[in-house]
């Protein structure tokens, strides 16, 4: 599976560099672009309408090593920079995404992050986005195994009006062959019982997200 790391822009994450030493593409969505550099994250494209962009992006200006290809959109558009970003990414071969500092910020753009990595699953591809303190996967028709986190919750929910055949096990409280459904949040704030949590479902969509407790 090749492997794409994607900085969006939303709150600053101090991102382990392991994350870009993994990676196979790296792309950068307007903002992220900032945070790339704050980072020392070379990536392969950087691309966004710059709206939010706290530097101009033009060819040649990269401050970081090597000189990323730029892909300048227009305000015009249907898609996000970064779900843009994400297709771009899926041309190139990638199947296995990442994102970073794509928290926080503006609540409708966290929707629109959520509803890209829905997109992701949809194409049945992998999906996670990474912040301190949180993260959210989002799987279809298949199933997620999680090592216990201590100190750390995990909340499931339906993306769709049904999903159906929903197991939780290795957690406090288990489901099996259950129905859940996006106007009934009972899924919220799950506990590890065992070492590791398996969360799957076998139609349907689910957001997978795992909250650091103070």
């Not at 995404?97 to 997109?119: K, V, W």
Request: charged content about 25%; proline content about 3%.
């Amino acid at each position: 599976m090749k492997k794409c790391l994607v900085i969006s822009g939303g709150d600053f994450y101090e991102a382990p560099r392991t994350l870009y030493e993994e990676a196979d593409f790296v792309i950068a969505c307007d903002k992220g672009w900032n945070y790339a550099n704050r980072l020392g994250f070379t990536p392969d494209v950087v691309i966004g309408d710059f709206d939010s962009c706290e530097s101009p992006v033009e060819e040649g200006t990269a401050t970081l090593e090597g000189s990323p290809k730029i892909i300048r959109l227009s305000r015009d558009k249907d898609d996000s920079d970064t779900m843009a970003g994400v297709k771009y990414a899926i041309e190139q071969g990638c199947t296995d995404f990442t994102f970073i500092c794509a928290f926080g910020g503006r609540f409708d753009h966290l929707i629109c992050n959520l509803q890209t990595l829905s997109y992701i699953a949809e194409c049945f591809y992998k999906a996670v986005l990474l912040s301190e303190n949180e993260e959210i996967y989002v799987i279809k028709n298949s199933k997620l195994r999680l090592p216990k986190r201590s100190g750390w919750s995990l909340s499931v929910f339906s993306l769709c009006d049904k999903s159906e055949g929903v197991t939780e096990k290795g957690t406090r409280w288990q489901l099996n062959d259950s129905i859940m459904a996006n106007n009934a949040p009972f899924g919220l704030s799950n506990e590890w019982e065992a070492d590791e949590a398996e969360i799957g479902v076998k139609k349907g969509t689910l957001a997978i997200i795992l909250s650091k407790m103070e």
